[in-house]
């Protein structure tokens, strides 16, 4: 055929932005002959120039004999101006594909119409996207109207086959653990839907194994699993399997099979996955609104009965109506409340509470009603705490009319949680106590035996005798601060254990003074601090020397032990408002206030570490204290950290 040469041949320009355009354009003239295609349209089509270029547009994009009843080219030819449609195509290998159209007439320089120039989209997929949510939209609509669930699965797969362009779908549902098809569209075989079940278990039983969607291109060359027999009788090549699973809880498949060797998109899968869960969902849901209705059923049988019965519970029960206000409460709640039925009937819940949350979910649930009974604490205008529980009560078609409140007093469940928290805090404190108790009393006791035992094993082979008696004094010194740490401790267990005694005598106060600073001298000039004695009283006081003893030394051994290099240690002896007192004063490290009843606890310390700075196992200031007050008598502190402190003993004077 001799073609008339195209229009756009006249300017190189218009030839290449025709070229250039990512739109499929064709040119067709008055008698409907496509005279040009630019390259995209060639490509939209899938045909070669001369496939498309010189045969009319009706048969070469439609495979039709004839023009169209409504042809937008007709249209355009007889109306002028612009004119969209959306259209169906066909490729050269008779696929149908969906094209947004836009036509407009070609006119010459005379301005006479010579022909339409069409623009073609693709819009396939867009058109295959909205029919799948208008397929999804429906499902929902169908569930959301309570559809019988066996009608809602037969029209789904209808819509997915047709949407999907599948020419089988079949939804496989596990009763009992079986699989069975409980919808399917395509197959010949209705009427024995046992054959088809047991046809297509393979696929179905491996999309659950793998709980996955499964997609195949050719069922002929797929090794995954057995190909059922009918498939290939069928004709059929390819298919997608997906899982239907709702939390933990698997329902079965929903499959479509093609005869074509279809690539199936991931947007197929997504949408066929999507169909799936919309059906198990509006399953759950109706499973749930059974659940729900029979329960209410029950409510509604027990309240018929229950106004009987609440006023012998022991938790307190009211209910309001459909406005929110109380119109029943029993006894319990009149008492819990404080007041008379009649100044309670008729008011809100939400006014007895502290908490405003409890008014807010009271209106929540007159609102929606709940899924269920909704539990909280919550503390009554009276200071009572109690556990609380709400829920809606509905009517048979399904309306709330009110709610039921039940609360029971658990004030005293509070409390004892509490001190339960804090006998176990104290549990710890006592546990890591006791821990670092072992662990400094372990390190004191060895301490004095190994450089006893070190000093004796060198005396053993020292030669100069001057040398071994000077290792033997160092070795008593240490086994003497031994005794001295047990001795402390046998006295608080006499202590504790009831079995402490006094053997009272007059006692020179200014003698036994001056006896425990001779005893400590030595360990002093070794600390290098200085001792002083100032004695404003020489007279007697009854009492146990042995034990009045240790006490001053326990406190004076402490006086130079917390004390600086270079320190001073003040001892002195009064008599003030009918009492003896010996203060012992220190330049020492002090001690913060909030610490002075924890020193005089046994077996504590100020840092109870293994690691610490200053020996010890903490005895000393609880076992003086002890006999001090064994006597009569009582011993106070004044400390400042980084200055020292003082110790003063009271003791009573009989004249």
């Not at 209705?293 to 938790?315: C, D, G, H, W, Y």
């Not at 109380?326 to 309670?344: C, V, W």
């Not at 020397?545 to 001073?568: E, Q």
Request: hydrophobic share 40%; aromatic share 4%.
């Amino acid at each position: 055929m001799n073609l008339p040469p195209s229009p756009l041949e006249e300017g190189k320009l218009l030839r290449n932005v025709f070229t250039a355009m990512g739109e499929g354009v064709i040119v067709i003239d008055l008698n409907h002959n496509i005279i040009e295609a630019n390259p995209a349209a060639l490509k939209l089509f899938r045909r070669r120039r001369e496939e498309l270029v010189g045969r009319k547009c009706y048969e070469a994009t439609h495979g039709r004999s004839e023009p169209c009843t409504k042809c937008i080219i007709t249209e355009t030819l007889e109306k002028g101006g612009v004119n969209g449609v959306i259209h169906e195509h066909i490729r050269s290998a008779g696929e149908i594909w969906t094209a947004e159209v836009s036509a407009t007439p070609l006119r010459d320089k005379r301005g006479e119409v010579i022909g339409v120039v069409e623009i073609n989209r693709d819009v396939t997929i867009q058109k295959i996207a909205s029919m799948q949510h208008a397929v999804i939209a429906r499902i929902g609509e169908l569930s959301l109207k309570g559809v019988e669930m066996d009608a809602l699965m037969q029209e789904a797969v209808e819509l997915v086959a047709r949407a999907i362009g599948a020419e089988f779908c079949e939804i496989m549902w596990s009763f009992d653990g079986k699989l069975r098809v409980a919808a399917d569209v395509g197959w010949d075989v209705p009427s024995d839907r046992d054959k088809l079940s047991a046809e297509l278990e393979p696929l179905a039983g491996y999309t659950l194994k793998v709980r996955k969607p499964v997609v195949v291109r050719d069922y002929e060359t797929d090794k995954r699993f057995d190909v059922p027999r009918l498939l290939e009788e069928k004709g059929i090549t390819s298919g997608i399997g997906v899982p239907m699973i709702y939390g933990d809880k698997v329902y079965g498949t929903m499959m479509v099979h093609s005869k074509q060797k279809r690539k199936f998109s991931s947007a197929d899968v997504d949408f066929l996955q999507a169909v799936a869960n919309t059906i198990t969902a509006a399953v759950e849901r109706q499973r749930a609104e059974l659940i729900l209705e029979e329960s209410q059923k029950k409510m509604r049988e027990f309240f018929n009965e229950l106004e009987s019965i609440l006023q012998t519970v022991p938790a307190a029960v009211l209910t309001t109506n459909g406005d929110g206000l109380i119109n029943f409460l029993n006894r319990r709640a009149i008492e819990y409340l404080g007041m008379s039925d009649k100044g309670i009937v008729g008011t809100r819940i939400g006014e007895y509470f502290r908490e405003k949350h409890v008014e807010a979910m009271v209106q929540k649930l007159m609102r929606t009603g709940g899924k269920g009974p909704v539990t909280l604490e919550a503390t009554l205008r009276s200071g009572k705490t109690v556990q609380l529980s709400l829920s809606a009560m509905r009517s048979e078609n399904g309306e709330v009319e009110g709610l039921v409140a039940s609360f029971v007093d658990i004030t005293p469940l509070k409390e004892a949680q509490q001190k339960m928290e804090r006998a176990y805090g104290e549990l710890q404190e006592i546990n890591k106590l006791k821990s670092n108790i072992i662990a400094n009393v372990s390190h004191e006791l060895r301490t004095p035996i190994t450089i006893a035992r070190g000093l004796i094993e060198f005396a053993l082979i020292e030669d100069n005798e001057e040398e071994r008696r000077n290792e033997l004094l160092k070795a008593i010194s240490a086994l003497d601060r031994l005794d001295e740490i047990v001795e402390n401790l046998l006295e608080i267990s006499k202590i504790q254990q009831e079995h402490f005694t006094l053997r009272r005598k007059r006692i020179n106060l200014a003698e036994m003074v001056s006896l425990a600073i001779r005893e400590k001298q030595s360990k002093a000039m070794q600390k290098n601090v200085k001792i002083n004695m100032e004695l404003n009283y020489n007279g007697d006081v009854e009492g146990d020397p042995v034990k009045l003893m240790r006490a001053i030394l326990n406190i004076l051994d402490n006086a130079i032990k917390f004390n600086r290099d270079g320190g001073k240690t003040q001892v002195r002896v009064m008599k003030e408002n009918g009492e003896v007192k010996i203060a012992i004063t220190d330049t020492g490290i002090g001690i913060p206030e909030e610490r002075f009843e924890e020193i005089f606890q046994p077996l504590t310390q100020l840092d109870p570490s293994p690691t610490r700075r200053y020996n010890g196992i903490g005895m000393g200031l609880a076992v003086a204290k002890q006999i001090i007050e064994a006597h009569g008598g009582r011993i106070e502190v004044e400390s400042e950290p980084g200055k020292g402190s003082t110790f003063c003993i009271s003791l009573p004077l009989k004249e």
